[in-house]
């Protein structure tokens, strides 16, 4: 187990998430994709973001939650801003931005629910800075847990490592993608977990890492483990997750099940493992609740299950 008194001292406290929010754009493809030319297809519009994600799914689960993120002064992060309020996020530490866009995740999946490619603006997140941050220290003192994406600007990033190893905080990340993996290589060593997808361990090990590998996986994982992170889970999609620790590494396979919509899928399963954790629930347990998180996510059009209960989690898993 990894929480003890002195790596969790308040483990009743909210969890503070930092990153990236907006809305997610996901086109469904009908047929084969021609460039040049639309393509019928069906296209949905949710709020997204990984930060906003894990949030939300934690909220679900009604774990206290304190997002500190940033979106425009526009219609779409004023409706955002009000459903994470609903949903049971504290959203006084969220920034409007005037003059700038909230962010936006264009995505294109095939008629499988794969995902064929995907854009993102989450620009406004750099007003996210170390001087905002500042402001906020007593958020830090307070929490249980720090969550945080690779959306985040680099100075922002050091900043946030900085205040959490002096409130004495675990810190939990997420990668994000292929392009932001880089950021978090230089703090491994003050990790307590990260959730990089296979390719984002490819970066993060400087080995490559395929999916339908788990050997390759599970080395990843013990690497980063060797390289100071307390738990280390790679995600592998429909092949499932290997994770290791400094006392025990194993793999779970993955639920099968219809894909509507892969995205948010892995912000699901990061939120059931920290809220498992978080209530001293094995690793093996919480992995499990992950995978049942991701599989449920996955059925539902959005990036996130609205009516998401630990019941159903475990309801998923005897299926």
């Not at 392009?179 to 290589?185: S, V």
């Amino acid at each position: 187990m990894f929480l003890g008194q002195k790596l969790i001292p308040s483990p009743t406290g909210p969890v503070l998430v930092i990153g990236a929010a907006g809305v997610d754009l996901v086109g469904r493809l009908k047929g084969e994709l021609r460039l040049g030319t639309s393509t019928p297809s069906q296209i949905r519009s949710s709020f997204g973001g990984v930060a906003r994600n894990v949030a939300e799914n934690l909220a679900r689960l009604e774990q206290p939650i304190i997002l500190l993120t940033a979106v425009g002064e526009d219609a779409a992060g004023e409706q955002l801003t009000q459903q994470l309020a609903t949903a049971g996020v504290d959203v006084s530490a969220i920034q409007r931005i005037p003059n700038r866009p909230t962010g936006t995740y264009l995505a294109v999946v095939n008629n499988k629910g794969e995902l064929q490619f995907a854009l993102d603006d989450m620009r406004t997140s750099a007003a996210i800075t170390p001087d905002y941050l500042a402001q906020k220290a007593n958020l830090f003192k307070q929490a249980a847990l720090l969550f945080m994406d690779a959306n985040l600007p680099a100075e922002t990033i050091r900043k946030a490592m900085s205040m959490a190893r002096q409130a004495h905080i675990p810190i939990c990340v997420d990668p994000t993608s292929i392009n932001l993996a880089e950021r978090f290589r230089p703090y491994l060593p003050r990790l307590f977990m990260i959730t990089p997808n296979n390719a984002e361990a490819s970066v993060l090990c400087d080995r490559t890492v395929e999916a339908s590998k788990r050997r390759q996986a599970m080395d990843a994982a013990r690497y980063l483990v060797s390289s100071g992170v307390k738990i280390a889970i790679i995600t592998l999609a429909e092949f499932g997750v290997c994770y290791a620790t400094s006392e025990t590494a194993g793999y779970i396979p993955a639920i099968r099940t219809e894909i509507i919509d892969p995205t948010g899928a892995g912000d699901a399963l990061t939120a059931a493992v920290i809220f498992g954790l978080l209530n001293e629930i094995p690793i093996d347990e919480a992995l499990r609740l992950g995978i049942s998180a991701a599989a449920l996510t996955l059925q539902h059009p959005g990036a996130v299950l609205p009516d998401l209960t630990l019941e159903k989690l475990y309801n998923q898993l005897v299926i």
